[in-house]
């Protein structure tokens, strides 16, 4: 991106990761001056060799008076727990301070604008959405907080974006119109202060949306229902809600796995039960979101339906393999937790459940309700011992020390016991720094063992 409108103009850009670095280039290409810095001495080595030309000093020696602003990277506390000292540094000076997401739509302000938060599904619902409009727009870019940087885009008629609670505290006059908020759960409460501060930042979402614009939100949790409520009472913007799980008025939900859309005179339904990429209740919510952002946004029913079969999902996020001797295949590496492992183990059944690595706090001890659908555990890495203590004598399991002989285990067991949806599943509950680089390097390698069967 070549942010042209700030030519001349001189920006402090303070956070020098992926979006900060991005945010420098696309700066000096529009023919701006830059500011720049980072509490992390590895960003600004990576920065001095990206882009050598920068002027590179700490915040306290930049020309403030001559700021047209100050563009803070999303990690950088704007409030809780408390301000950064370049945020108090810009209102001294009374310099607005606004993020990546600003700058994008002062660059681009006739494209069209989607953009997806929530605590939970709005990577899954970014991409889907992404991937139906993929089949009628030509000119589409699509990421934010989920992979690049939105400053890394090129010029397009449309922009989805999954924006995080940090992205939406920085903007000023960005109007998406298309907003989609799907649920609340307690979450960065360090970062916002408290559920009242956390809420505050994700319905900036809907800030400066008119009339022709469209509210999406989930009803599934109280918060959010409430904020829905909210929001059709001011009567804004046009406001649609969804479920994943029951029926609403006027909105698209999902029930049994069978899409409903009320949005017209005559409802029209879907079967999801195939679609391998959006199993559970959890997927249910970010289809029917995404449903009605891509139908609003113009596409039809038959359409959509027929792109979201096609989806091939998130990497390492309950990715559905493929199935063998009638074994499914579910690399579901990026569950570093209990929390996220409970999706997997809520939409399967007859699972053979391959969990280890680094043990978060609790362990697995939250999802001893779902043991009864374990029918073996194999136990990798550090917390192997602590997890077999917690399994006890509810589920069978084994030691196996390593991913490639858990893989093996499991195979061999679930084709040898011949049950009817049986389930191989990379779900690990933990953290893969004992063995792995990361999750995405243990779900690469489940999908190198099943590829090689």
């Known amino acids: 991106m070549k942010l ?12 020098l990761g ?6 420098v280039r696309a700066l000096l290409a529009g023919g701006a001056e830059v500011s720049a810095w980072d509490d992390n001495p590895a960003h600004i080595a990576a920065l001095q060799q ?20 100050l563009v803070l990277s999303p990690g950088v506390p704007l409030t809780h727990p408390k301000p950064h000292p370049v945020v108090m540094l810009a209102k001294a000076q009374q310099i607005p301070i606004i993020g990546d997401l600003e700058l994008l739509y002062r660059a681009m302000p006739k494209a069209r604008y989607i953009a997806v938060t929530g605590t939970n599904g709005k990577s899954t619902t970014t991409s889907l959405i992404g991937h139906c409009l993929a089949s009628v727009e030509s000119s589409l870019e699509v990421g934010g907080n989920l992979g690049r940087p939105v400053l890394d885009f090129a010029p397009a008629n449309a922009y989805v974006l ?7 505290e920085l903007l000023a006059t960005t109007r998406f119109n298309i907003a989609l908020l799907l649920n609340f759960s307690p979450d960065h ?26 509210a999406i939100l989930g009803v599934d949790d109280p918060a959010s229902a409430a904020l829905c409520r909210e929001l059709i009472a001011a009567a804004q913007q046009r406001v649609i809600p969804i479920s994943g799980n029951a029926p609403v008025k006027g909105g698209v939900f999902v029930q049994n796995a069978i899409l409903h859309n009320r949005l017209g005179e005559v ?75 409970e999706k997997a183990l809520l939409t399967y059944d007859n699972i053979y459940w391959i969990i280890g690595g680094v043990q978060k706090e609790g362990g697995i001890t939250p999802l001893a309700r779902y043991f009864p659908k374990i029918r073996h ?21 084994s030691h196996c020390g390593t991913l490639e002989q858990a893989f093996a285990a499991a195979r061999n067991d679930a084709e040898r016991d011949g049950v009817k949806g049986a389930v191989v599943l990379l779900s690990p509950a933990c953290a893969s720094f ?20």
């Not at 050598?52 to 700021?67: E, I, N, R, S």
């Not at 956390?198 to 469209?214: G, H, L």
């Not at 555990?377 to 399991?397: K, M, N, P, R």
Request: aromatic share 12%; hydrophobic share 45%; charged share 20%.
């Open 50 to 69: 990206a882009l050598p030309h920068c002027q590179l000093m700490p915040a306290d020696m930049w020309p403030w008076t001559k700021l047209a602003a």
């Open 434 to 453: 004992d063995q792995f680089r990361n999750f995405e390097e243990r779900g690469d390698e489940f999908i190198t063992l099943f590829r090689g069967m």
């Open 267 to 341: 409802e029209l339904t879907a079967s999801l039960a195939d679609i391998k990429s959006l199993q559970g209740a959890h997927n249910w919510q970010n289809a029917a979101a995404a449903y009605a952002a891509v139908f609003t946004y113009g596409m039809t029913h038959e359409a959509i339906i027929a792109a979201m079969r096609q989806f091939p999902g998130l990497a390492h996020r309950m990715q559905w393999l493929g199935e063998r001797q009638g074994v499914q295949y579910v690399n579901d590496s990026k569950a570093t937790n209990a929390d996220a492992a």
């Open 162 to 168: 999954e924006a995080s609670s940090y992205q939406l």
């Open 4 to 15: 042209s409108f700030a030519a001349k103009q001189h920006y402090g850009v303070f956070g």
């Open 18 to 23: 992926k979006s900060g670095l991005a945010t």
């Open 377 to 397: 555990a194999y136990l990798i890495g550090e917390a192997a011992l602590a997890f077999a203590d917690t399994l006890g004598s509810a589920v069978a399991h």
């Open 189 to 214: 409460l360090d970062r916002h202060g408290d559920m009242a501060g956390y809420i505050a930042a994700k319905r900036n979402i809907f800030d400066r949306q008119q009339k022709t614009d469209v």
